[in-house]
């Protein structure tokens, strides 16, 4: 399912010069879940800043409350292709004066956003693309778990704190993971998102 | 989700926003000073009770069972981790009477480690709100910079260690503003000394348990919430709290999905 301004989303990113290339993931001293053996590694990243969003490390900011244009401030992995892929990380909103934010995607090459996470109505409710609620009444304040396992050409799988929570079918092809505050077609900011401990596995 | 707290025995005060026009702000006093829930009467956090046991009830859900416990804790938070020292992810804020929890559609084939923890302190007198009609986006001009979670100066300058058990330190005054259709901002007065934060609380009508919505740094008396469908009719209150010392490890390894599981 996707949204109404995945192209413009695609365009923004295919512009997007990279601000910033380090190395992404911390050493895997965790053991990713579901059945191994899983390789861990540490897939390469630009920072994307666009409109009022701003990156400082881990914390991703929209300091403002436009309701349109390209508001951003994330992460972007480098693609992937083959293979079963695991994600791993944990978000804290601090804060959230606007709605409808995302905090992670996974995009396809050439066709937009395939998989993305968002949060509306104050940290309390996550929903993926389309507007579908994966979980509601989060307590604010605290830090959640993301885990999604993907399967490039079989499935991709969310877990929020441990529990199974999305699973949708996936083409092959080309795909990258971004994390961090961004502003979809229906939403705004601002809002303030804390990541920490960011982890990739593959087998 | 419902909540129960057993300890919650003064009526509500009850307080009614009968406005329909949206962005109206409207300030609601809340019930009177000192006549707050009665705290908690240990004076230390004690030294756990509490025998966690996980249960694997199927492939990839998992029950928790507890026993003991501290009679005057306010509540119990359940956390997981998948490496029995790693880091540990809040699942939920549970009431003092509620023993059991279930974890459901996990991860498969994935090891999960579970602790539960007390945590105590006062809380304020219950006050009641009901919010006008209106859709989430009848608020597109507001920033909610209202929301944010801040210190308001000007609070009493003694304050009471909640973990003595001090009736002084019950957080009073609490009062709510309805910024919109589905935003109320609440303010407190902070008498605590030691807390490690604040718990807002809400016990939706229809509901006959509150229970926690958001954890607050020390320190905090203001901060705006974004209600759910569910919270149009509502009381809130805010608790000053600490977390006691944690159970027992738990842990139970999730099994295979049967294919087309």
């Known amino acids: 399912m996707r949204s109404p301004n995945q192209a413009r989303l695609r365009a923004g990113v295919l512009v997007a010069g990279p601000l910033l290339v380090v190395l992404a993931a911390l050493p895997a001293a965790a053991d990713p879940v579901e059945s191994g053996p899983w390789t861990s590694y540490s897939p390469s990243f630009n920072v994307q800043e666009r409109g009022c969003g701003d990156v400082s490390d881990l914390t991703f900011k929209l300091t403002c409350s436009d309701d349109d244009g390209d508001q951003r401030a994330e992460r972007r992995y480098v693609t992937y292709t083959s293979g079963i892929r695991q994600f791993e990380g944990y978000f804290k909103i601090i804060s959230l004066g606007g709605t409808r934010v995302s905090l992670k995607q996974t995009f396809k090459d050439q066709s937009g956003a395939y998989f993305m996470l968002a949060v509306e109505r104050g940290g309390r409710l996550y929903a993926v693309n389309g507007g579908t609620t994966i979980a509601t009444g989060a307590t604010i304040g605290t830090e959640v778990r993301v885990n999604t396992v993907h399967e490039v050409g079989r499935t991709h799988r969310t877990y929020i704190n441990g529990s199974l929570k999305h699973t949708v079918s996936s083409d092959s092809g080309g795909f990258y993971d971004k994390l961090g505050a961004y502003r979809t077609s229906s939403g705004k900011g601002p809002a303030t998102v804390e990541w920490s401990d960011i982890r990739f596995w593959r087998k | ?261």
């Open chain 2, 1 to 261: 989700m419902t909540h129960r707290d057993g300890r919650t025995s003064i009526p509500t005060a009850r307080l009614k926003v009968t406005t329909r026009i949206p962005f109206l702000t409207l300030l609601l006093v809340a019930g009177l000073a000192g006549c707050a829930t009665p705290p908690p009467r240990q004076a230390v956090a004690p030294e756990t009770s509490i025998r966690l046991s996980a249960t694997l009830i199927s492939a990839t859900d998992i029950t928790l069972e507890w026993q003991g416990g501290e009679p005057d804790a306010a509540g119990h938070i359940v956390e997981f981790a998948t490496e029995p020292h790693g880091r540990y992810t809040i699942l939920q804020f549970l009431p003092p009477h509620q023993t059991t929890f279930t974890h459901p559609d996990l991860m498969p084939e994935t090891s999960f480690h579970y602790r539960v923890r007390p945590f105590y302190g006062p809380a304020s007198r219950p006050i009641e709100i009901t919010l006008p009609e209106g859709p989430m986006g009848s608020a597109t001009k507001d920033d909610h910079a209202w929301a944010a979670p801040r210190s308001i100066p000007g609070g009493p300058i003694a304050k009471h260690a909640i973990r003595m058990a001090s009736a002084d330190a019950v957080p009073t005054g609490l009062k709510a503003a309805v910024m919109h259709a589905n935003g109320v901002r609440f303010r407190w007065t902070d008498h605590a000394a030691d807390e490690e934060g604040y718990l807002l609380e809400d016990r939706p009508e229809g509901s006959a348990d509150f229970g926690v919505i958001a954890v607050l740094g020390p320190n905090i008396n203001s901060f705006g919430l974004i209600t759910l469908p569910n919270e149009k009719k509502a009381s809130f209150r805010v608790r000053a709290f600490y977390y006691g010392k944690p159970s027992n490890l738990a842990g139970q390894t999730t099994g295979t999905i049967p294919p087309g599981g």
